[in-house]
């Protein structure tokens, strides 16, 4: 009896071990077909900017918010690493008391991350890599308390460019959609023939968003 009953066990724990190993070979191929299928998709999200100075360690300035919007490409290449390329219209900035009054500048640009994408974890990804970014316009505000004493409007379109780097995280949500933070800054300085009340400066930006992958 013992042993008619040591047999059936033996057979179902055979049974089982079958089926998980089946369903663990299941899921690693889903992964695996998910993980080099390459995707496109659109993201969108949050920027909290300002700069900082390349030379003067007084020199601060508080954020200004804006917004980051754009397309993405994701290129297996071999896992764990795909390749990441976005372009995004990303606003940024900075706001600083003066002796003039309050000043606040709204800088509009092209970025484009060229950025290498690394799954540490099935739903953790680390990004990293260089970005260009292309300066469009800007908008230089002074104020008074609630009254704009002066604006100045500058249009570049593009011509003037600039290299920065990015690192940041992803989040997959779900197979569609991920939760995205970064921070990117300048190499190059916006401003090398700094002044004494603008010294040379960087642009540097903490980004939170999400990405739609199709």
């Known amino acids: ?20 190993q089946r369903r663990n ?19 969108g999200g949050l920027n909290i900017a300002n700069t900082v ?12 918010l804006g917004a980051n919007f754009g397309l993405f490409v994701d290129v297996p290449i071999i896992y764990p690493l795909s390749f990441q390329p976005e372009i995004l219209y990303s606003q ?41 970014s292309f300066l469009m316009n800007t908008r230089n505000t002074y104020y008074d308390g609630f009254t704009v004493l002066q604006q100045d409007r500058y249009t570049y379109n593009g011509d003037k460019t600039f290299v920065g780097g990015v690192i940041g995280i992803a989040l997959d949500l779900n197979r569609n959609v991920d ?12 401003n090398p023939n700094g002044s004494s009340g603008t010294p040379a400066f960087r642009n540097q930006v903490w980004q939170i968003g999400l990405g739609f992958k199709f």
Do not use: C, H, W
Request: no cysteine; aromatic share 12%.
């Open 53 to 64: 100075s390349s030379r003067n360690s007084d020199f601060s300035t508080n954020t200004k």
């Open 1 to 20: 009896m013992m042993k008619k009953l040591f047999f059936v066990a033996m057979v179902l724990l055979i049974a089982g071990s079958a089926d998980a």
């Open 179 to 190: 939760l995205r933070g970064r921070y990117n800054i300048d190499f190059q300085e916006n």
């Open 25 to 43: 070979q299941y899921r690693r191929q889903r992964v695996s077909d998910d993980f080099y299928r390459p995707r496109v998709g659109l993201t």
């Open 92 to 132: 940024k900035g900075y706001r600083a008391q003066t002796v003039y009054g309050d000043f606040a500048q709204r800088a509009n640009f092209i970025d484009v991350p060229l950025l290498a994408k690394i799954k540490l974890a099935p739903a953790f990804n680390v990004l990293v890599g260089p970005q260009i």
